[in-house]
């Protein structure tokens, strides 16, 4: 790996966890500390961490978490559509799931009105969102907190969807590729998130198209694990033959003025 790739593969890291030690980086890259320490030092420069004794953090992570805002607010108008595209698979008296992410967070802000509907949830921003919903009612995983996407997460919060079995499981995900399938930024997020396909009869995977051809760190696993891909109607020509060749079926959302 070179040096300014491994140096976009530590910042996604921290990105998502929030944090970062330096003996962990070095371990995971192969790479000495020194080399770790050189990596931080240079992405600091670029004024997107802090550097702390030992690693780094994400700057402005306090600000986000006081104001329970989400780091990731890129492409918004294609993650509103997918939503829109999301809810019209859930109805009345469904028990579902909703990952934690930006997506699935629209998806959480257009859940009103529903009848006897159950959430379960990793997000404490989506539950917050839903808590005062009619109709609905909310239950969080347990888990270690993650800072950026105001999730909980590791295996205590895997070890919540053991024996339980939901109808409907919407998923999100960093990256979706041919060959490295399902990946993500964060290794502690793998089990929670197989623990919730397991958890389902059906898995949304909802995306936006930048999404699509992308390979994050950790690899949860091939595409043949979801059921459906909601994405939006910016995906390319090619990305539609390859999935269609992968035999994915997929949704495209159309984005409203």
Same mark, same amino acid.
């Given at each position: 790996m070179l040096p300014n790739q491994r140096r976009e593969k530590i910042l996604e890291l921290i990105r998502e966890d929030g944090h970062a030690k330096v003996m962990d980086l070095s371990r995971i890259f192969k790479v000495t500390e020194v080399t770790i320490r050189q990596d931080l030092e240079r992405i600091e420069k670029e004024g997107l961490i802090?550097? #702390?004794?030992?690693?780094?953090? =994400?700057?402005?992570?306090?600000? *986000?978490?006081? *104001?329970?805002? =989400?780091? *990731?607010?890129? *492409?918004?108008? #294609?993650? /509103?559509?997918?939503?829109?595209?999301?809810?019209?698979? /859930?109805?009345?008296?469904?028990?579902?799931? =909703?990952?934690?992410?930006?997506?699935?967070t629209e998806i959480a802000k257009l859940l009103t009105n529903y009848r006897n509907l159950t959430v379960i949830t990793n997000a404490l921003n989506i539950a917050l969102i839903l808590g005062a919903q009619m109709g609905i009612t909310v239950i969080v995983t347990g888990g270690e907190f993650k800072a950026p996407t105001l999730s909980l997460t590791g295996q205590k919060a895997a070890d919540f969807f053991q024996s339980l079995h939901v109808d409907k499981l919407f998923l999100a995900t960093a990256g979706i590729a041919l060959k490295s399938g399902l990946t993500y930024p964060g290794i502690s997020d793998i089990c929670v998130k197989r623990a919730m396909i397991e958890s389902a009869n059906e898995t949304f995977l909802v995306a936006d198209s930048t999404k699509i051809g992308k390979s994050s760190f950790a690899s949860l696993g091939a595409l043949s694990l979801i059921n459906y891909l909601i994405t939006d109607s910016k995906i390319t020509a090619d990305d539609i033959k390859w999935l269609k060749n992968y035999d994915v079926q997929f949704v495209i959302a159309e984005a409203t003025e």
């Open positions: 802090v550097r #702390e004794h030992g690693g780094a953090y =994400l700057k402005d992570i306090d600000s *986000n978490v006081r *104001n329970f805002s =989400l780091q *990731n607010q890129e *492409n918004i108008a #294609e993650k /509103i559509a997918i939503a829109r595209k999301a809810v019209e698979f /859930i109805t009345d008296g469904d028990t579902i799931i =909703l990952d934690s992410g930006s997506t699935t």
